[in-house]
């Protein structure tokens, strides 16, 4: 199976070349999306060797870095997207448990939990988003019948194939509430293994009006209406607008960038 690597960035200075080189330990496919980075990032990007590049001319979200990403993987025809952040959070080390468990053939979507018993919490969270947190996802396991334990975690494999049939179209941090309520809606199998839990800087910033934890939670719960209105009225039931070979040839004529 190939596997891929892929890390949305945005102003990484301080972390990218040391992440990207414990990363080359675990994986030789490699994914950056800098999300139009005004930082030193893009210069020391291009120092880089041996990885694929996307680059934003201005910063567009996280979850639009991610649909970059689910759209490289799938042009390039790989059977599994590794999605990582770059902030020291998420350790590499873990990928290869990751990449173990796919090969179990027994998911389609495998999640990273920080708090999964055995876990290993290596900081605590900050108060409000560890609330935000267990609240967004126990409300996703009871309107969804899941059964996670983390909603937010960008640590992540993916089953390529069924990326494909997904219709992601929010382009900020409450991207991975879309993707679960049309994981679930699609039937996939999604499956937690336990990361890390890591904050090195507790008062990094989301940016703008989400730094209020009150107005982010209202922003996830508008994100999470919308999406659960799409699927309601999708005519096929599944949200899926691009799937087969017309996806594959859509989404490949719209990739331009080049590794």
Not at 240 to 252: K, V
Request: proline content about 6%; hydrophobic content about 40%; charged content about 20%.
């Amino acid at each position: 199976m190939r596997f891929l690597v892929a890390v949305p960035i945005f102003n990484e200075a301080a972390t990218v070349r040391p992440v990207l080189a414990q990363i080359r330990r675990f994986a030789s496919d490699i994914l950056v999306v800098d999300d139009g980075s005004t930082d030193e990032t893009p210069a020391l990007l291009a120092a880089e060797t041996g990885i694929c590049r996307i680059r934003h001319p201005h910063n567009l979200g996280y979850g639009q870095s991610l649909k970059d990403a689910f759209r490289f993987a799938i042009c390039r025809r790989y059977d599994w997207l590794i999605t990582m952040d770059c902030d020291e959070q998420h350790e590499p080390s873990h990928i290869p448990a990751f990449v173990e468990r796919a090969r179990q053939d027994d998911a389609d979507i495998i999640s990273g939990s920080r708090y999964l018993e055995n876990g290993g919490a290596q900081t605590a969270a900050p108060p409000d988003r560890r609330a935000i947190n267990q609240t967004i996802t126990d409300l996703l396991n009871e309107i969804l019948r899941l059964d996670i334990t983390d909603a937010f975690c960008g640590f992540k494999a993916h089953r390529v194939s069924s990326l494909a049939r997904l219709h992601i179209t929010v382009p900020g941090y409450g991207m991975p509430l879309q993707l679960w309520v049309q994981a679930a809606r699609l039937g996939l199998r999604i499956r937690e293994i336990p990361v890390s839990l890591i904050y090195n800087d507790p008062n990094r910033q989301f940016g703008g009006s989400l730094d209020n934890p009150t107005a982010r939670l209202l922003y996830y719960y508008d994100v999470l209406i919308h999406a659960l209105a799409e699927q309601t009225m999708s005519p096929r039931g599944d949200g899926t607008r691009l799937t087969g070979q017309t996806a594959g040839q859509a989404i490949c004529d719209s990739l331009t960038e080049p590794c």
